[in-house]
């Protein structure tokens, strides 16, 4: 393991692939995503602000006659409204990973907006069974990792490292990707500065 660290220091790691950026620290590989722009930050509150409109709007119409149809309508679009909120907020957890080299693990953590709610998993790198690079439509590129963390036979388990990569990173991609590849003892990455 030491011959792959040196090799990697020799090698410098790119700052930054699709929306992570990389660095290499004390015996360690992070790669974290980028925090999403203030707008996609925005909208879900935008979203539960007009679902309480609409809701105020709703329970004033039930008062009113001939209001329970607009009424219900606007009770409908509320829910609907927050609905939307709680799924854009879920997709604005981010991603980080970690390669700890002297304990052989990689750490996997879904960041997520509210306290106490990210999410930590270790791995083995025995465990990892292969690094792909995915195409996404747009063309965009993504690196995932495939992992099993018990011998049982079963699905193996999916995380995304990185995630809208660029055609023009083509190049970083695949020296990244032979890079963990070659960090996971997997075959056929070749060597990770060549």
Not at 87 to 98: T, W, Y
Request: charged share 25%; hydrophobic share 45%.
């Amino acid at each position: 393991m030491a011959s792959f660290e040196n090799a990697l220091q020799d090698n410098r790691v790119p700052g930054r692939l699709g929306d992570v950026r990389l660095r290499y620290d004390g015996g360690r590989l992070m790669g974290e995503a980028r925090p999403p722009s203030w707008e996609r930050r925005a909208l879900p509150s935008l979203c539960v602000g007009m679902g309480l409109g609409c809701a105020v709007g709703a329970a004033v119409l039930v008062g009113a006659r001939d209001g329970a149809t607009p009424a219900f309508a606007l009770g409908l679009l509320a829910a609907a409204l927050v609905g939307l909120a709680l799924k854009l907020e879920a997709h604005l957890g981010r991603r980080r990973f970690v390669l700890h080299f002297r304990s052989e693990t990689l750490r996997l953590e879904r960041l997520a907006w509210t306290p106490g709610a990210t999410q930590a998993e270790q791995v083995p790198f025995d465990a990892v069974r292969a690094v792909h690079m995915v195409e996404r439509p747009g063309p965009r590129y993504a690196l995932v990792v495939e992992y099993a963390l018990d011998d049982t036979e079963g699905p193996l388990r999916r995380a995304v490292l990185v995630e809208h990569i660029r055609p023009t990173e083509t190049e970083t991609l695949h020296r990244v990707w032979r890079l963990l590849s070659n960090a996971f003892g997997l075959r056929g990455a070749g060597l990770a500065g060549g």
